[in-house]
């Protein structure tokens, strides 16, 4: 039971190149989350997906775009990047509803040169 | 809205020195209250969770934490800390929108 994968583990990119991060989760969970993280701003919120089928915008999405494209894999997408979106990008996945924990993966380190 | 305030970035303590870790939230109803660690170059995992009953939760590795809704608060504390217990902490709220709000974390150092 791998749990909550991510490929890469590490990339660097030029300024204006394109790139998909991957997630898949093997716990069967409805919803599925994508993260940023910055030093000293915690964990934020880029898209999300409550089933298959849907997503929706969280608390910083300028700049990305995400597709379900099943229940397992939820992907994560720069299509221009820049050095703003220098970070750590976690994927997560959840049941559906507030109560419910969310497992994480061990993380993308992306750099934006 | 929902918002967490962790006030204390970095924490140093003994080892086998007691820890408490404050976390203070902002949420019009009960929420949903979740403290993960994060290990270095780790993902995040969840020590403890409280959404109703008993004030005072357990979790892993030790831990416990106490929801005070007069204090609107969810500190987390540990009575021993160990050298393995260095890491980021991080606590979050989710309410009736099924997002976590993360707080901005506390680094913890434990010294021998």
């Known amino acids: 039971n791998a749990g909550v994968t991510q490929t890469p583990k590490f990339q660097v990119l030029k300024t204006g190149q394109s790139m998909t991060l991957q997630c898949a989760q093997d716990m069967n969970h409805n919803s599925m989350y994508w993260y940023r993280q910055d030093p000293g701003m915690g964990l934020r919120l880029i898209y999300y997906?409550?089933?298959?089928?849907?997503?929706d915008k969280g608390e910083v999405p300028n700049g990305y775009n995400v597709s379900r494209l099943n229940k397992r894999e939820f992907s994560l997408r720069l299509e221009s990047a820049a050095p703003s979106q220098t970070s750590v990008y976690f994927c997560?996945?959840?049941?559906?509803?507030?109560?419910?924990?969310?497992?994480f993966g061990p993380g993308t380190r992306l750099t934006v040169t | 809205a929902q918002s967490v305030t962790q006030p204390d970035i970095h924490i140093t303590v003994s080892e086998g020195a007691s820890l408490e870790l404050r976390c203070n939230y902002s949420?019009?109803?009960?929420?949903?209250l979740f403290w993960y660690v994060q290990s270095p170059g780790q993902g995040l995992q969840l020590l403890l969770k409280y959404f109703s009953g008993d004030t005072l939760v357990q979790g892993i590795k030790g831990f416990e934490a106490e929801f005070k809704r007069s204090q609107s608060s969810f500190n987390l504390r540990k009575p021993s800390v160990h050298w393995s217990d260095a890491a980021e902490y991080f606590c979050?709220?989710?309410?009736?929108?099924?997002?976590?709000?993360f707080g901005t974390g506390t680094l913890l150092a434990v010294q021998p």
């Open positions: 949420y019009g109803a009960t929420p949903y």
């Open positions: 979050a709220v989710n309410g009736a929108t099924n997002k976590l709000i």
């Open positions: 997560a996945s959840s049941e559906r509803g507030p109560a419910y924990e969310q497992y």
């Open positions: 997906s409550a089933s298959e089928g849907t997503t």
